[in-house]
């Protein structure tokens, strides 16, 4: 299967893990128009470049309508495998060493595409992502929030099967209107099932709903969290927690969750104490990949080397790795 060729820096990228990645964000113009001829499927774009030019946002929900309608060429475990394989070999040049990676399963069930499916063509790509690429990986499944309740839990029970393949539930697309408080009950059966939570908050959404996700929750991470700067108790609750913050610049732009790079809240975020990773979001949408990310918060925050390392550092720290490992990978990032 043809796709991009992957991306490399032109430095030696530090190690890192990627935290926030949504795998159906990871498929670029030339897959997506490669599985379209695969399927039998029909674009709404004549070309990869038409398709580019649609990559322009205005919020979170202009971006989430192309990436749903995307998604329509995804259909057989082979195309969740060659997707996931596709992301990975990207990531390796860009210094992953570790991936957390989410996946929306409401986004293809509703498409006739079975859970299993998605399950099976994933972990396919995952497990043998050490072997080919040196890279360790997790996989979380993510409820729509902008979905009721109810077929959130009707999604927990179709994935009960997989289980043993998940390490994590959270929650994604659109967040206003649509707070941590409508899913405590699948969130309360994830955590009996032995699961780690988290949930996308203070994206768009108000800082309400970063307290919701902690206190109605329980989550174990923050995705995205930067709206939480706009209440000083829940800054304080943060660091107290130590609560780490998926943070994600080049799609805070995008998105306009910020106006400019240069704007952006990481290095206040940083100076409150508060454990902030750097992550890509929905790299093929968004311009950029793990270091990409890296590069341009350094670029437009003039971030320092000793800064850099101290996220590449968090990432480890916040990830849901076992303690050998993640031991091996602070080793690895302390002599790089
Ligand atoms: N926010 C919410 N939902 C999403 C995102 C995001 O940035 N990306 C994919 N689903
Ligand atoms: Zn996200």
Redesign the pocket.
Known sequence: MPSNSPSAPAHRPLPKAEL?L?IE?TLEPGLAFALAERNGVTLPYATEDDLRRAYSFSDLQSFLNLYYALMAVLRTEDDFADLADAYLARAKEQGVRHAEI?FDPQAHTARGVPIGTVVRGLSRALDAAEENHGITTRLIMCFLRDESADSALETFEAARPYLDRITAVGL?SAEVGHPPSKFREVYELARQAGLKCVA?AG?EGPAAYVWEALDLLGVDRI??GVRCLEDERLVARLVADRVPLTV?PL?NVRLRVVDDLADHPLPAMLDAGLLVTVNS??PAYFGGYADDNFTAVRDALGLDEETLRTLARNSFLASFLDEETRAAYLKELDTF
Do not use: P
């Open positions: 926030h949504h964000g989410f994604d996308h994206e995705d995205h994600c799609s979001d929905d």
